[in-house]
């Protein structure tokens, strides 16, 4: 099977990867994320694929939609990758220069998730050439991911309700175990208003928007219930304006994590329904639930066992992370119940920071997993 597959060697496999992680595609830079599909686009015309150019909104880059396979009415396969990274500009030449260091390959966005994207993409190449998938194929390369797809989430919700399955091309986990189930994701902004007055001379008609700030993030970071999944961070803050004044404005951001729809829904009321504890002073919260919990469905369960055994058949184990708190575009298909299996991209490690790197030995039997999925999955 899939014979121009087995003809890519290491190198090969480490030249493509390092090609598209060169383009450097921070999220808030839509020319540098278009690039990059640029780079997909030119790749998917000379393969001879169905492209579709979906113009980006808001400031942010395009996304690119790929077909293939049969062009039945049935629901077919939809694979997810997202081109962004959170690396800025500068990065490549800077931190996080493109290297290669025994078995690891160095360089921005190769782990999450490039290596992913480009693995997946090889493999879905190839599928289509050879003709040979039971369902009509969809691939939808994503430009904003890394910021919680706020242009393309009804993209992937409507391919989403047209699939059968989803593969999701995050990285794997801990020696490429693929996932099956993340934690939902809540994102608010808490913004206070007081009194300002002189520190020194009317310290007491003051009313202090830090003060109040203080009382409201030890009750929100009280939220957090490790044993029932359930975690708050404020994990920014701003206000005031000079140590003599008692501050007028404070303002903080909330991130919430919750298994379950129902507490997704409970802590978000929570969050949003808290009043001021001083007198004298405003609180607005806004925000909500931005991506839903991704719940390990029996679907999806049977999903994960199905590429578990054509792993096997290929040669290597594919274990599942217990529930990972990070969340992806698989949060959305898998809250519409369909049977979403993620973290199908490459192994490596370091996400998010300046020693971010792929495993080159993990590329090839990935894609071969790929391909399986894509060609029998029915
Ligand atoms: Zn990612």
């Known amino acids: 099977m899939t014979s121009s597959l087995s003809a890519l060697d290491d190198a090969a496999v480490v030249a493509g990867i390092a090609a598209w992680a060169r383009v450097e595609s921070p999220t808030h830079d839509a020319a540098g994320v278009n690039r990059a599909m ?11 694929l169905a492209t579709e150019r979906i113009a980006g909104r808001d400031g942010l880059g395009d996304s690119i939609l790929l077909r293939a396979g049969r062009g039945s009415q049935d629901r077919g396969i939809l694979v997810l990758s997202h081109l962004d990274t959170v690396h800025p500009v500068g990065t490549l030449a800077r931190d996080l220069p493109v290297r290669v260091d025994g078995d690891r390959l160095y360089g921005p966005g190769v782990y999450d998730m490039k290596g992913g994207a480009w693995l997946a993409f090889q493999a879905f190449k190839e599928v289509a050439r050879a003709g040979r998938a039971a369902l009509p194929l969809t691939f939808l390369f994503t430009p904003d991911e890394e910021i919680g797809s706020p242009t393309t989430r009804a993209i992937i919700e409507d391919l989403g309700r047209n699939s059968a399955y989803v593969l999701v091309t995050e990285p794997g986990r801990d020696g490429g175990k693929v996932v099956t189930s993340r934690k939902g994701v809540g994102r608010f902004v808490v913004e206070i208003e007081g009194r300002p007055s002189h ?6 008609d003051g009313r202090s928007a830090i003060r109040e700030a203080a009382h409201q993030i030890l009750a929100i970071e009280g939220l957090t219930d490790y044993a029932r999944g359930v975690t708050t961070n404020v994990g920014s803050i701003s206000g005031g304006t000079a140590e003599n004044v008692v501050p007028q404005h ?17 802590y978000s009321n929570r969050i949003l329904g808290l009043s001021p504890v001083g007198d004298g002073l405003r609180l607005r919260v806004t925000g909500g639930m931005n991506r839903p919990p991704y719940e390990r469905s029996p679907e999806t369960g049977r999903l994960y066992e199905q590429a578990r055994a054509f792993a ?15 969340g992806s575009d698989g949060n959305f298909t898998a809250a519409l119940g369909i049977p979403t299996l993620d973290g199908l991209g490459i192994d490596g490690d370091g996400a998010h920071t300046l020693q971010e790197y ?6 090839r039997p990935r894609m ?11």
Do not use: K
Not at 38 to 48: F, H, I, Q, R, S
């Open 38 to 48: 640029d780079l997909v686009a030119a790749e998917a015309g000379e393969a001879g």
């Open 312 to 326: 096997g058949e290929l040669g290597f184990a594919l274990g599942e992370v217990p529930r990972t708190g990070g």
């Open 199 to 204: 520190a020194g001379t009317r310290h007491a």
């Open 368 to 378: 071969r997993l790929m391909a399986r999925l894509l060609e029998e999955l029915h």
């Open 358 to 363: 792929g495993l080159i030995s993990s590329v």
């Open 250 to 266: 404070c303002r903080f951001t909330v991130d919430l994590r919750v298994e379950t729809h129902a507490d997704g829904e409970a």
